[in-house]
């Protein structure tokens, strides 16, 4: 091997390398997905992120495929070898140009409380025989897809209740964010799950409704046809579409149809209608949403008019809502054709990213005295990945039952201790997690504890 290269290995069992000798001991390539060591038997895994439908590498905790290794190694401008030694047992090994420095998506397993540092640039990861037994005390709800998700959050959701059947159930596209984190609201007030559909599996969807809707139920189809097509509407018995033009119109159309304003209802999140994270957030909260974009649309002016909005919470720093926004939305309070001319309040809850946002909207909506809902301090948390919306989406009904906030987090460590910090500070007892370990990795759970 070129001295001139760098090297950085991951191993499922720790020792002790002094120099780049040791790797004269290569044998064979084992391509299978784990190996044994004695008498144990050892899984790897990779730990990977999703971000606008392509797949970005945070950082490594264990290998799950060669395939996996290979695009690690594509994603740090690096090469890559499944070796195995005659006595150490199967590793990854990672090659970087001399000069170049280690990638922090690579570096940072290091802060993994598992990895030890071996020579200058190399890093050991071991995965014990009991992971396997403390991955199964982890509360994950996931499913092969994310619309396979969103049917084991309903079926979590029946058993919360004790019941067999659903009065409501509503559907939303799958495919994207926009209308799914709107009907949030309309899931809650009609005592709903929220599933998800798109062309692929809307034979299963139909079959989930028609095992587990009451007869007399309605199913709230969200969106316009081009993204829940009219076969499937067809499919299903006493259907109610609610959609508009655009995300922002249907959006208004859900919250009529919610049966906004009701007494209670004397403020609306405000949240970006062009991400999905701060909507997760919000959610868990039951609350109602106004998706909104760079300025406010005349319908929206005149829903705020009409429905004597007074209170707007908006999610997220300046960057996602501006600054703008939120005069214009004071604008239209203060109006001449306003019904009432005073606004009590206008917050706004940003952190830091948008994982401290989905703290602040938690400190904000459970458990302070001043909070709008008046919900009680949280015992559970339920976990979604903060760079996928897919596993997320049908989680807020979950929450809402649970009287839960939705925490985002990744497997970055300054995020696991920001979410850790507040687990700790509110005394949180369960932890439930929506997706597989390829997004929000059993590592992490564990290092939540």
């Known amino acids: 091997m070129n001295k001139a290269l760098k090297v950085i290995l991951f191993s499922c069992i720790l020792f002790v390398v002094t120099s780049t000798a040791a ?19 050892y899984k790897y895994k990779a730990g990977v992120d999703y971000k606008d439908g392509e797949i970005v590498v945070d950082f490594v905790l264990s290998i799950e495929s060669e395939a996996d290794i290979y695009e690690v190694a594509e994603n740090n401008s690096c090469t890559a070898e499944v070796i195995s030694f005659a006595d150490y047992g199967k590793c990854a090994l990672f090659i970087l140009p001399e000069g170049q420095s280690v990638p922090e998506a690579i570096i940072q397993v290091e802060k993994d409380p598992r990895v030890k540092q071996a020579t200058p640039n190399m890093y050991f990861w071991q995965e014990t025989p009991d992971d396997e037994k403390n991955a199964e005390e982890i509360d994950r709800i ?11 959050v309903a079926n979590r959701i029946k058993e919360l209740r004790d019941i067999e059947k659903f009065e409501n159930i509503v559907v939303a596209y ?7 984190l709107s009907g949030g609201y309309l899931a809650s007030v009609k005592n709903a799950p929220m599933l998800l559909v798109n062309p692929a599996n809307e034979t299963k969807v139909e079959k989930y409704i028609k095992d587990n809707l009451d007869s ?24 109610k579409r609610i959609w508009g033009k655009n995300r922002y119109l249907t959006n208004l159309e859900v919250l009529k149809e919610a049966g906004f304003p009701k007494e209670t209802d004397n403020e609306v999140m405000v949240c970006t209608g062009n991400g999905y994270a701060d909507s997760l957030a919000a959610s868990a909260t039951g609350c109602p949403v106004l998706l909104v ?10 829903f705020i008019m009409d429905n004597h909005i007074k209170w707007f919470d908006v999610l997220g720093d300046e960057t996602v809502v501006s600054k703008s926004i939120a005069k ?25 990213d948008r994982i401290g946002t989905s703290i602040e909207v938690a400190k904000m909506y459970m458990g302070e005295k001043t909070s709008p809902i008046h919900k009680p301090i949280p015992s559970a948390v339920v976990l979604a990945y903060a760079n996928s919306y897919a596993d997320g989406l049908a989680g807020g009904v979950l929450a809402s039952e649970l009287d839960a906030p939705i925490i985002l987090i990744d497997n970055k460590a300054t995020s696991i201790d920001k979410v850790k910090a507040y ?4 005394g949180i007892e369960t932890v439930y997690v929506l997706g597989g370990s390829s997004l929000i990795s059993d590592n992490t759970v564990y290092a939540l504890k």
């Open 23 to 41: 790797f004269a001991n290569v044998e064979t390539m084992d391509r299978s997905s784990e190996f044994k060591c004695g008498e144990d038997v």
């Open 142 to 152: 996931s499913g092969a897809t994310r619309y396979d998700t969103a049917i084991e």
């Open 174 to 180: 799958g495919g994207n964010y926009p209308d799914a």
């Open 216 to 239: 007399d139920g309605t199913v709230y189809i969200l969106g316009g046809e081009t993204v829940v097509s009219k076969r499937f509407e067809k499919k299903c018995t006493n259907v």
């Open 293 to 302: 974009n760079n300025t406010l649309s005349k319908e929206q002016k005149k």
């Open 328 to 352: 214009e939305l004071q604008e239209v309070v203060f109006s001449p054709g306003s019904m009432h001319q005073s606004v009590e309040l206008t917050c706004r809850y940003a952190g830091s």
């Open 423 to 426: 687990l700790k500070d509110v």
